[in-house]
């Protein structure tokens, strides 16, 4: 069984579906606010020639997901399945981020359960790469779960905080 790196998931707050070329502009209009990246090792993101890079390169992924608010069906954000590795059973998330009117946890929680939800069906790890200077989203990470567990290079080369949740730590939280 392989990974479905681009599932669609409902939770009570968003949607997750794949994204789409077509989804440039309601995306960008999200990241374009330079707050979202102020903490990000690349701050200028909110531009767009600089967001058009991270975005085709969401697309070339194969994993990138859009997220929906399930109230109004308005684009609220992205988030990403990378390097499924069968041999070690582990998937990372990440390249998360939601317009500033959908912080404060909620949102994230409930896009993060259903990423993890739809992981733990196939891996027994799930990761987390957090930059260093990154503190708001090593606490978002923290709060659904993730156990610092090291460090390593990201695939940009850029030192990071490895962030974990096991399939059984999700389990025990009562979170399946």
């Known amino acids: ?3 479905d790196l681009q599932p669609i998931l409902k939770g009570e707050l968003l949607e997750l579906r794949p994204l789409r070329a077509a989804d440039f502009h ?3 209009a999200v990241a374009a ?5 102020e903490q990000h090792p690349i701050k200028d993101r909110c531009k767009e020639e600089v967001f058009k890079v991270f975005f085709c390169e969401a697309l070339q992924s194969g994993g990138a997901l859009l997220a929906l608010d399930s109230k109004d069906g308005r ?3 992205s988030s990403r399945f990378h390097g499924y590795d069968k041999e070690t059973s582990e998937i990372e998330i990440g390249w998360t981020f939601l317009a500033r009117s959908h912080w404060g946890g909620i949102y994230n929680r409930d896009m993060k ?3 993890l939800r739809h992981a733990f ?3 027994n790890s799930v990761i987390f790469l957090v930059g260093p200077q990154n503190l708001r989203s090593q606490r978002a990470v923290e709060k659904i779960g993730g156990v610092r567990v090291g460090s390593r290079l990201d ?11 096991t399939a059984l730590t999700f389990a025990q ?4």
């Open 26 to 28: 309601d995306l960008y």
């Open 155 to 165: 695939g940009s080369g850029r030192d990071s905080f490895v962030y974990q949740i």
């Open 1 to 3: 069984m392989s990974f």
């Open 121 to 123: 069906r196939l891996v």
């Open 113 to 115: 359960q259903l990423m």
């Open 75 to 77: 684009v609220i954000g």
């Open 173 to 176: 939280q009562g979170r399946t």
């Open 33 to 37: 606010d330079p707050l979202i990246w």
